[in-house]
């Protein structure tokens, strides 16, 4: 039987300030239409839409427009523009300086700014009220600014998504429809057969969630920004290709790495007069080293861990300038607490722990401290003082301090 709201068990993650956590299991929560995230994932998540007013009363945009522009003209940052001038869609990929983006005055473009949680504070904190949903599944908080009538135009997405109106309206048209053919000769997905079902026009604070291949089309009305947060659905194809090549670099690592890694022989190969036939031997040799693969649970999950907590190829951590040498980050980290940097990815799981695409073992002196600090993103100044009797917490975390993976200080 589901809990009810008064019953929810305290999480790691209930002493972060309110603007920057998600809602217990059981707890009812306006970002869910006052509905508990059990309950929304039983009922929606990967199921059906839902629309949401007031998700996020008196809402203010992460970031102004002019805060939006200047991250799309960094090289660090994967930005799109998307017009739709004389019903012609186009699309071109960032950087912009601000006077390459058409004029604010021009209607129908738009400026996609993927992973703005990566570069801004206020982008990560919105993103962390989602964190009911595994951090494995969530992948990035994406900005779009229209002008009136701007859009992307109607598509589908591969993956479930919250399009949550900052600023401005936006007018959705949504549809459950089995025909998804593309336009072709098009440099983005535009759906050939448009079939809307229901349609609002969202407000700041409204939210709209779509499961995947649910056909949508978002128009501005007037000038608007819109937040997506989106998750990541890899493919199986994907996955059974990363999980082939981790498996190729372990067999490389272990201690028989030379044996795992023996080369192709053929010593019986006789001599031939059709040089360019595949020899049935090649064929069979080759089976039998393929055959020998095999894996254990550990191995799924370590590849996981290590997969999923890969930063994207764009993000750079930017190391201290003067880093404090041990002792002095540990003084100053007993007054301010450390936190995640917002790039960094910290998972873990009864064995592993794996951040930012490395996975090392969670030994029963790491369970005291490293879950919560993943969960939570933070260890405050008085936590981290009682753990500080720990040398192997405090040289851990001073060589992801210098790495740029933690910073001083708490969330802001
Ligand atoms: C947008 O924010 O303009 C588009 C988001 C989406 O349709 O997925
Ligand atoms: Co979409």
Redesign the pocket.
């Known amino acids: 039987m589901p809990k009810r709201p008064q019953d929810a068990t305290p999480s790691p993650v209930s002493g972060l300030p309110e603007h920057a956590r998600a809602p217990l299991p059981d707890e009812l929560t306006p970002l869910l239409g006052n509905r508990t995230p059990r309950q929304f994932m039983r009922r929606y998540w990967q199921k059906k839409p839902l629309l949401i007013r007031q998700a996020i009363p008196k809402i203010a945009a992460p970031l102004a427009r002019d805060e939006l522009f200047a991250l799309a003209d960094q090289d660090d940052v994967e930005s799109r523009l ?1 017009t739709h001038f004389r019903n012609a869609w186009d699309m071109e990929h960032g950087p912009f300086a601000p006077d390459e983006l058409p004029s604010v005055r021009k209607r129908e473009w ?1 400026l ?1 700014v993927q992973g703005a949680n990566l570069h801004d504070d206020r982008a990560h904190a919105l993103m962390n009220r989602f964190r009911f949903i595994p951090d494995a599944r969530l992948d990035d908080l ?3 600014y ?1 002008t009136d009538g ?3 135009g109607p ?1 589908f ?1 591969s993956y479930d ?1 919250f ?1 949550l109106q900052v600023h401005g309206k ?1 007018r959705w048209r949504i549809g459950a429809q089995r025909d998804l053919s593309l336009k072709p000769g098009l440099p983005l997905k535009v759906l050939q057969h448009f079939e809307p079902e229901e349609e609002w026009v969202l407000e700041p604070g409204d939210m709209l969630y ?1 499961p995947p291949h649910i056909a ?3 128009i ?1 009305e007037g000038e608007c920004i ?3 947060i ?1 998750f990541r659905a890899p493919s199986s194809h994907e996955l059974t290709a990363q999980f082939l090549y981790h498996l190729a670099e372990r067999a490389g690592e272990t201690p028989d790495g030379v044996r795992g890694n023996a080369r192709y022989r053929d010593p019986a190969q006789e001599p031939v007069s059709e040089p360019a036939a595949l020899p049935a031997l090649l064929v069979e040799r080759v089976g039998a080293i393929l055959a020998n693969i095999d894996w254990s649970e550990k191995d799924i999950a370590t590849f996981l861990g290590s997969y999923l907590s890969e930063p994207k190829a764009n993000v750079v951590f930017d190391s201290p300038e003067r880093a404090l040498n041990e002792q002095k980050f540990v003084e100053r980290a007993k007054k301010t607490g450390v936190r995640l940097d917002r790039k960094t990815i910290l998972l873990y799981d009864a064995r592993s722990y794996f951040v930012n695409g490395e996975s090392e073992a969670l030994s029963p002196k790491l369970k005291k401290w490293l879950p919560e600090l993943a969960n939570s993103r933070c260890l405050e100044a008085k936590r981290f003082v009682t753990l500080t009797d720990d040398s192997s917490m405090t040289a851990l975390l001073h060589e992801w301090y210098r790495a740029g993976w933690i910073l001083m200080g708490a969330l802001p």
Do not use: N
């Open positions: 998307i738009t996609l994406m900005i779009s229209a701007g859009g992307v598509h997405d998504v399009l936006r779509l949508h089309d978002g501005a819109t937040a997506s989106g």
